[in-house]
């Protein structure tokens, strides 16, 4: 079993949408929460981090952690043509980071 | 504030060489780390630097192996490079600790 999995897609949503993208994982130790986006052969750029359970709201986008489930989400609101990415969500509980595959993410005109 | 930069953007070698990517982290961070991602995959954890000792290795082969520099960048260097090695490796610099990452566009390594 993967420590972290994440559903790969394709999600291909209209714009405007509410997309609501997810991760569990199994390693209880993991504190830290993050979620990069990532475009065609970019580096993965930080968008949300988060630390212990609860919702974050950032703009458009909002983290949430569910340490109880090992579950968390990130919901994007009033989806853009330009959210057009790769999703990856990642945790950590010491240096390194541990990612889920991505979720490859269109945003329909 | 300059962000990470990496070096070459890309480069293709063959089975068998050794290849040095190079790495410059973010004004003010001490650590960085490197990822390694295959096509489809998220990043996989290669090591991690901080004041130019490693700090943690995740499950690669010696052959793979890495520097840090009094100013904070890093090289990675892979030998006897193999097909599979064919992947985008990433160089994320932070504060230290559980820092935020702050990841750079990548070098693509084309391995035939």
């Known amino acids: 079993q993967k420590e972290v999995e994440q559903d790969p897609g394709p999600l291909s949503v209209p714009e405007g949408a509410i997309v609501s993208l997810n991760c569990t994982y199994s390693?209880?130790?993991?504190?830290?929460f993050m979620w990069y986006r990532q475009y065609s052969r970019k580096g993965p750029e930080l968008l949300m981090y988060t630390y212990s359970s609860g919702n974050k709201e950032d703009g458009r986008f909002t983290a949430q952690v569910d340490k109880s489930s090992k579950y968390i989400s990130l919901f994007i609101r009033d989806s853009q043509p330009s959210d057009s990415a790769t999703y990856l969500c990642?945790?950590?509980?010491?240096?390194?980071?541990?990612f889920g595959q991505g979720t490859r993410l269109t945003i329909n005109p | 504030e300059t962000g990470v930069t990496q070096s070459p953007t890309h480069l293709i070698k063959t089975r068998g060489q050794q290849v040095t990517l190079r790495c410059s982290s973010q004004s003010g961070h001490n650590t960085v780390s490197w990822y390694q991602q295959a096509l489809g995959q998220g990043p996989q954890f290669i090591f991690q630097y901080y004041r130019e000792e490693e700090n943690g290795r995740g499950n690669f082969p010696p052959r793979f192996s890495g520097l840090q520099f009094p100013n904070y960048s890093s090289e990675l260097n892979v030998n006897a490079l193999e097909l599979d090695d064919s992947a985008l490796y990433l160089c994320?610099?932070?504060?230290?600790?559980?820092?935020?990452?702050?990841f750079g566009p990548g070098t693509r390594l084309t391995v035939l």
């Open positions: 990642a945790m950590s509980g010491a240096q390194k980071l541990v």
């Open positions: 390693n209880s130790a993991f504190q830290y």
């Open positions: 994320a610099s932070s504060g230290g600790g559980a820092d935020t990452q702050y």
